[in-house]
């Protein structure tokens, strides 16, 4: 009798190689099939859930499928109903276009399954991200001790700061986080995390370039403590998610250090400008932060999730995450021997260093260089040709590929509702045509258009043409006399 331990069959999980590698080129096929054809096809599709839910709703099938068809329902009917993100006129919130050695470090990644918590498990994967958040920390002009970590993106990376900067406070009482106007949700959210209730996080306000006003943080800050509250933390924007505005970060820098708070920068969509010459000035200051979010999946063109967060002394970091419980004491291998999962949230992490480095490599920082410094330049075209218009107003200065604007024709003496409606009205036409995707905000309680310009493929073309579109829809919206 045969033994049934010698010869174990496969497990049903398994695939034979052939298969593996069919199904994994039918994939490739699909998505340059996608990447090449993407301008063709809209730049948004919305399905309601009452259209998808019966498409797609069921139980997990007992037995397994033939994988075409699984693949064919998935190309179907789930990824067309999405906004396509990397599309040339998807303009709205912000956009990420990554680049396709950045895929392909993906795959890798996953492929080979890398756990990228400790040494132990992943030596080279972890020097890979030292060399990147290394790479990162030049960037910034951190001194050597500076370092970082990949995270989930800059929610993840806002909070990871938060927490460094109370664990360093020495977790003090009725701790006060001050924040621009501008200021991004996630900082916020981190702040619930971490024990900051509302009451205790300042909007301090903007001048009108949105950008933080010193003057009246340092005020605040002094009544703070006069009440005996604790000044815990300043975030300045390098890149406000509205506007593009950078705060006055050497201002800042040196208020912080008077007041002995953290100086956080969220630089999230930003931050990566600082790779332009041009944009130098504007950052200055940036290298006296305590810590840095930046987000690689926004302008430095890699897919999701690869948000960082750099600090200027990793034992900062270290100092407030680094756990060692005893089921993990083979992985201590030395200070040099970095364990990722110290300086954060997650002790399984994915190997995200790879599709940053592979992609650089491959392309060359001036390619990077280049496309941040393109859109910067359309988003400055979209300003003098939106000025140039009659029929279209700015809501503040252009800044980091960001355009705030509205069509307001001149001699319409439209109420300020009847400019919100017209303009909502524009923005739904175009969005639901597909042909260009942009999105709206608010600046000091006024409707905008907003336009983010931070996809490589973006020609100036394609931000004229939306820009002319709205100027088309919105007169033939006026000229239909509904609105009046
Ligand atoms: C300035 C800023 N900070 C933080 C975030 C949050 O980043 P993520 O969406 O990667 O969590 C964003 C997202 O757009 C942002 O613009």
Not at 226 to 247: E, M, R, W
Not at 279 to 286: L, T, V
Request: glycine residues 10%.
């Amino acid at each position: 009798m045969k033994d049934p331990d010698e010869h174990p069959q496969p497990s049903d999980l398994e695939l034979p190689p052939d298969e593996m590698r069919r199904l994994g080129y039918h994939v490739v096929d699909l998505l340059v099939d996608r990447w090449t054809n993407l301008r063709d096809g809209p730049a948004w599709q919305f399905s309601p859930r009452d259209e998808l839910e019966p498409l797609l709703w069921g139980p997990p099938p007992e037995e397994g499928r033939d994988p075409d068809q699984v693949i064919g329902e998935v190309v179907d009917r789930v990824l067309p109903k999405a906004g396509r993100i990397d599309h040339p006129r998807f303009f709205a919130f912000i956009p990420s276009s990554p680049t396709w050695p950045s895929v392909m470090g993906d795959f890798l990644a996953t492929g080979f399954n890398v756990f990228q918590g400790t040494w132990l498990e992943s030596a080279g994967p972890s020097q890979l991200e030292l060399v990147v958040m290394d790479w990162f920390r030049e960037w910034l002009g951190f001194p050597e001790e500076g370092g970082g970590l990949l995270t989930s993106g800059g929610s993840a990376a806002n909070l990871c700061a938060l927490v460094a900067a109370r664990e360093r406070a020495g977790n003090p009482v009725d701790p006060v986080l001050y924040v621009s106007d501008q200021g991004h949700s996630s900082l916020e959210r981190a702040a619930r995390i971490v024990g900051i209730p509302s009451e205790s996080i300042r909007r301090i306000p903007t001048d009108e370039e949105y950008r933080l006003d010193v003057a009246l943080l340092a005020e605040a800050v002094v009544t703070d403590r006069a009440k005996g509250l604790h000044p815990l933390c300043v975030s300045a924007n390098a890149g406000a998610t509205n506007t593009g505005a950078i705060d006055p970060l050497d201002g800042i820098a040196v208020l912080a250090k008077e007041e002995d708070l953290w100086f956080h920068i969220d630089g999230a969509y930003g931050g990566f400008a600082l790779l332009v010459p041009s944009e130098a000035e504007s950052f200055r200051g940036i290298e006296k932060a305590d810590s840095v979010t930046l987000d690689p999946h926004k302008w430095l063109f890699q897919p999701y999730e690869t948000g960082c967060l750099m600090v200027r002394d990793t034992q900062t970091l270290e100092g407030a995450f680094r756990i060692l419980p005893e089921y993990l004491q083979d992985t201590a291998l030395g200070k040099e021997h970095v364990n990722f999962a110290d300086r954060g949230i997650q002790l399984t992490r994915g190997f995200r260093a790879l599709k940053i480095w592979m992609s650089v490599q491959t392309l060359g920082l001036k390619a990077f260089r280049e496309a941040i410094e393109t859109g910067i330049r359309h988003a400055r075209e979209a300003e003098r040709y939106i000025t140039g218009s009659p029929a279209l107003e700015m809501m503040g200065p252009s800044s980091l590929g960001i355009v705030c604007f509205r069509f307001r024709p001149p001699g319409s003496d439209m109420s300020k509702e009847k400019v919100e409606e017209l303009n909502l009205e524009i923005q739904d036409e175009i969005v639901d045509s597909g042909f260009a995707m942009m999105s709206s905000t608010r600046l000091r309680g006024e409707f905008s258009l907003r336009l983010s310009i931070l996809n490589y493929r973006s020609t100036w073309e394609d931000v004229q043409e939306t820009l002319e579109e709205v100027v088309r829809v919105g007169k033939r919206r006026l000229g239909k006399g509904g609105l009046g």
